[in-house]
């Protein structure tokens, strides 16, 4: 199983600031078949990127995806205040799928 | 515009066994090579990959659930459903449906309780 470990667990940051969030996989991620999705209180996951760096329809380019093999990096050019939610990234390479525990970008 | 959609009892007794479905519209589950996927998430949780079914037929589950837990397909009715056997307040969690990685339903909270 592919252990996915999200790092900081916690993100605070001003509005216009810039987010790197980190997703490091305990065995390489071929096929770069990684995803990250942006979850807010009472709402479905929203897929962002797909393929560590292909960004979904309708998703702002403010938003972009980079890495391969096990470390990957998700980053958020300047901060929007809709912005503020909780991060996961995702393989979907090997069985089992596995998600990362998540980072929370808060309003600091 | 493949859009999908969960259905299925919110509450559930401990020991039944948790059955929920997934009605695909704007695509087909057999004419497309998807992955039909579903997620759960726990209260104030994160999100927990729970298994697949894959071009009619073919499963993968997670490990931790494989001894209770199936996934099927009914082609007639372009619907996939998840069944987890022997339930405890364990499984209370809102369970999504999805077309791996990017189509997902909008969930549906599923509680354990008697």
């Known amino acids: 199983e592919i252990v996915l470990t999200q790092s900081p667990g916690t993100l605070s940051l001003s509005p216009g600031e810039r987010a790197t969030l980190s997703c490091r996989a305990s065995q390489s991620v071929s096929r770069s078949f990684l995803a990250w999705y942006q979850q807010k209180p009472g709402q479905a996951p929203r897929l962002l990127i797909f393929g560590a760096s292909s960004r979904a329809t309708g998703i702002p380019d403010r938003f972009s995806g980079s890495g391969s093999g096990t470390d990957f990096t998700l980053t958020i050019s300047r901060l929007e205040p809709e912005d503020f939610a909780v991060y996961y990234c995702?393989?979907?390479?090997?069985?089992?799928?596995?998600f990362g525990q998540g980072t929370k970008v808060e309003i600091k | 515009q493949v859009q999908l959609q969960e259905s299925g009892p919110g509450l559930v007794k401990p020991s039944q066994t948790l059955s929920l479905t997934c009605t695909v519209s704007?695509?087909?589950?057999?004419?497309?090579?998807?992955?039909w996927t579903w997620i759960r998430q726990h209260p104030g949780r994160g999100l927990e990959w729970i298994g697949y079914i894959f071009n009619g037929g073919y499963t993968s589950y997670n490990p931790s659930l494989k001894s209770r837990v199936s996934i099927s397909v009914d082609t007639s009715k372009n619907q996939f459903s998840l069944h987890l056997t022997s339930v405890t307040a364990a499984d209370t969690a809102v369970y999504y449906c999805a077309r791996e990685p990017v189509v997902w339903g909008q969930g549906t909270l599923v509680t354990v309780s008697s």
């Open positions: 995702h393989q979907y390479d090997n069985s089992p799928r596995t």
């Open positions: 704007g695509g087909s589950l057999i004419s497309d090579n998807y992955y």
